[in-house]
């Protein structure tokens, strides 16, 4: 980066003094390759930061708000394009630099921001978190001042587009609101199978854990309901118009397969009497990727691990007394109500027995190009009024936990970074909206897990699977407390693991509480519990090997299947009988096997879903299920199930085979799954013109990985994808982590494909290789490893904006 604050000779001495660095150590390397960055309003002290050859940046500070400062700045300073288009997409700010066709975004995201009092939402916080919030935003707009002052610093996304960054306020951590993570779509679509009888259907690709009966609720007319009643809703959860239409399906698969891994072992199972800490978050794959790494230190705070653009603080890592890491809990949080309006004044819709005004927001909308757009934003007792059809005298509104008072989904990092025990820990997470696992290991020997997330209290009658009438009887309650979710410290067994799978413990008040009833399959997670159960003392080596675990008990189980088979796939067969069922890169029988299930998928549903319900269930049939229904076939498969069953075996596998010989050519051993599960990562804007010349493809053909959506090693696939490589990767960990909790220095990482969002960078992709090969790379946190591992030292220093 320029040397901003320094006078040209201070520039041509650094760059002079970069020639003699080779003989010297690193911390002499980075005490020589000293950038000084001067004019920082808002800071209020000089701040040291220390960088290692990964570019992760190590922050020494007086103050634990000037850490928070840093932590802005340097995030604005290597993320600066991604953190502008998330603040400008969240505040509905999109259209204004892209033109026209983001004002259905930006309405969208109005609509959802948060319309109590901001200020005192902000004092509920205690002194400490708010001054770290402050400080955070200055960092930002510290960065800001700079590229404003020389817009040679700006990412060439800017330059492209012609636009600037938009300044930040610290309110808008408080107004920022929307986490969509529940089942709004999944409401709709069960009112509809409904309406042509086909509730029963819905199960068979969501099924619903605890067991629980789908009804339509009491006043419900399913033949009203339509895709057009998630309206603006619907818009929040699509995929944006970034240069190309995305198929909607392609939404919907990221959306289902976002997930993690993470476990925690007791110093009673570990090979060094220390508890270890793993977290492999799942998102789709990218660039940049969805973590950045920061270590934050000062009197008071010394935390390090994976955060994200515009979010302060760390998300999963450890300070000096506690690891935490975090996987998706699954609570049901946004419902739809169906509104009856008034066949002559729309905006008034009936309520616990009258006829209530919506309250009405004149918003108006800047675009690019063209004259601003000025759009009324709606609100009903239950919330955003999302979609209105005077017309058949309808509206649907939408109540979402995130939107509540006292939810907040921006600032929990600061109290969980700040956190020394399993008391404070739980208590910074009062706040957190979006639903978590939180698991947790100090350096006392203690580990716990504990769900949090905003948990809605519904009323009888009302279990959220559903849309439901808005005449003021299926009102929710307000909120239920952090108690009211699970939690667990110091199980007997001496390890807790979660990988999205349904994890209420026996005994919980499920119907009761009504959490959810839509869950991950447990394939991932019985695996991981397989092999911590069987390792009687756990090492940081055993953990990172877990992470990149490619054994699929489930694909053994489907070959176990294939009996006698025609002599035509009988090589094919045999393949598959060899094979021990990892999902490797470079196994013939795993690529066999994925495009086999694939076809698997296809046929079971074409069997089970009516053709006239396609449209509705698009599929897949769940895995567990479709393993399940083909392991004890019935009654759907005709009059002789077995052998109906095995026809289906022997025809998916012949199209396999036929399908590879196409693809990957004629000789059989020469096949590999990493030939065609590959990864290319481009830019969100690739398809704009004068992005991809900037910004070229990561990976391609010759990047291929191993696992699928089934191993503890996720790298999911979308068979269903109307592209013509429906076998790449798409999504899976990037940011891996395990941490040895007491002895720091041991841990270790992988941040995929790097620190950087700006090509110009040696951080931009410098991960990749690594992460291909699962080479997990050391995480040093103690002054003297932070010191041997520095190759830059940067010194921040406060003053006024020059």
């Keep these: 980066m320029r040397n901003i604050g320094c006078s040209r000779r201070e520039v041509l001495l650094g760059g002079a003094a970069a020639a003699g660095l080779i003989a010297l150590s690193p911390t002499a390397r980075a005490a020589r390759h000293r950038t000084v960055v001067a004019g920082l309003e808002g800071l209020s002290a000089p701040v040291d930061v220390l960088e290692d050859h990964w570019g992760v940046p190590h922050?020494?500070?007086?103050?634990?708000?000037?850490?928070?400062?840093?932590?802005?700045?340097?995030?604005?300073?290597?993320?600066?394009?991604?953190?502008?288009?998330?603040?400008r997409q969240a505040l509905g700010h999109l259209a204004e630099v892209f033109g026209p066709d983001f004002v259905p975004s930006d309405t969208a995201n109005r609509l959802f921001l948060f319309r109590g009092d901001a200020a005192a939402e902000l004092a509920r916080f205690p002194a400490q978190v708010q001054d770290c919030a402050r400080a955070y935003v200055a960092g930002i707009n510290a960065r800001l001042a700079q590229v404003r002052a020389n817009p040679d610093l700006l990412p060439p996304e800017f330059t492209i587009f012609d636009y600037a960054p938009m300044a930040w306020d610290v309110l808008d951590l408080i107004r920022v609101r929307a986490e969509v993570t529940g089942n709004t779509r999944a409401e709709i679509r069960r009112a509809r199978l409904a309406a042509r009888g086909g509730l029963s259907y819905d199960t068979l690709t969501t099924p619903l854990e605890p067991a629980h009966d789908l009804r339509v609720p009491n006043g419900l007319?399913?033949?009203?309901?339509?895709a057009a009643d998630l309206g603006l809703f619907d818009v929040l959860q699509a995929s944006l118009p970034l240069g190309r239409v995305r198929d909607a399906g392609d939404t919907e698969h990221r959306r289902t397969n976002s997930g993690s891994n993470a476990w925690v072992v007791a110093p009673t199972r570990t090979a060094t009497g220390r508890p270890i800490l793993a977290n492999d978050p799942h998102l789709s794959f990218g660039v940049p990727g969805p973590r950045y790494v920061i270590h934050l230190s000062a009197p008071g705070l010394d935390v390090i691990g994976g955060g994200t653009a515009g979010m302060p603080g760390v998300m999963q890592g450890h300070n000096a007394h506690i690891a935490f890491g975090r996987t998706n809990f699954h609570i049901d949080q946004e419902d739809l109500f169906i509104l009856r309006t008034h066949p002559s004044h729309p905006d008034r819709y009936f309520h616990d027995g009258a006829w209530k005004q919506m309250e009405t927001v004149p918003t108006h909308i800047a675009v690019r190009g063209e004259a601003g757009r000025n759009v009324v934003l709606r609100y009903a007792a239950q919330g955003p009024v999302v979609s209105a059809d005077p017309a058949r005298r309808r509206a649907t509104a939408v109540s979402a936990t995130w939107l509540y008072p006292g939810a907040n989904g921006l600032l929990v990092n600061i109290g969980l970074n700040l956190a020394h025990d399993w008391d404070s820990f739980r208590k910074a997470l009062r706040v957190h909206t979006s639903p978590t696992n939180f698991t947790y290991a100090d350096t006392a020997g203690n580990i716990g897990w504990q769900a949090a997330g905003g948990l809605p209290s519904r009323v009888d009658g009302h279990d959220g699977l559903l849309p439901v009438p808005g005449d003021g009887r299926y009102d929710w309650k307000g909120l239920q407390p952090l108690e009211m979710l699970p939690s667990t410290f110091?199980?007997?067994?001496?390890?807790?693991?979660?990988?999205?799978?349904?994890?209420?413990?026996?005994?919980?008040?499920?119907?009761?509480?009504?959490?959810?009833f839509e869950w991950r399959d447990r394939f991932r997670y019985n695996r991981v519990a397989h092999v911590l159960e069987t390792t009687p003392r756990a090492t940081i080596a055993d953990c990172a090997a877990l992470q990149h675990d490619t054994f699929s008990q489930l694909a053994l189980d489907m070959v176990a299947l294939l009996g006698d088979v025609p002599p035509d796939v009988a090589d094919a067969a045999a393949l598959l009988h060899r094979w021990d069922g990892r999902?490797?890169?470079?196994?013939?029988?795993?690529?066999?096997?994925?495009?086999?299930w694939s076809r698997l998928e296809r046929a079971l549903h074409a069997l089970l879903i009516p053709a006239d319900l396609h449209d509705l269930l698009p599929g897949p049939i769940n895995a567990t299920v479709q393993k399940t229904l083909l392991h004890t076939p019935d009654a759907r498969f005709g009059a002789d199930p077995a052998r109906a069953r095995d026809a289906m075996l022997v025809e998916a596998l012949r199209g396999a085979k036929a399908e590879l010989r196409e693809r990957l050519g004629p000789v059989m051993a020469a096949w590999r799954w990493g030939t065609l599960h590959t990864i290319t990562l481009e830019h969100p804007l690739a398809h704009a013109p004068g992005v991809a010349a900037r910004f070229p493809k990561l990976g391609g053909a010759r990047t291929g990985t191993g696992g699928d959506s089934y191993t503890v090693m996720a790298r999911w696939y979308n068979p269903l994808s109307k592209g013509h490589d429906p076998y790449v990767a798409t999504g899976g960990a990037s940011y891996l982590m395990v941490c040895d909790v007491g002895k720091w220095d041991n841990s270790v990482f992988l941040n995929f494909p790097g620190q950087s969002g700006d090509p110009r960078s040696p951080h931009y992709a410098d991960f990749m290789a690594d992460w291909l090969r699962g080479k997990m790379q050391p995480l040093p946190f103690s002054s003297h490893r932070v010191r041997a591992a520095a190759v830059r030292r940067t010194s921040l220093q406060p003053g006024a904006t020059p």
């Design 59 to 87: 922050v020494r500070a007086g103050s634990i708000a000037d850490a928070f400062f840093a932590n802005g700045y340097l995030v604005a300073r290597d993320r600066l394009w991604e953190l502008d288009f998330g603040h």
């Design 221 to 226: 007319d399913v033949h009203a309901v339509s």
């Design 490 to 516: 110091n199980p007997a067994c001496g390890w807790f693991g979660t990988s999205n799978e349904m994890n209420l413990p026996p005994g919980y008040p499920a119907q009761e509480r009504r959490v959810s």
């Design 583 to 596: 999902v490797q890169a470079d196994s013939a029988a795993a690529a066999l096997y994925e495009v086999w």
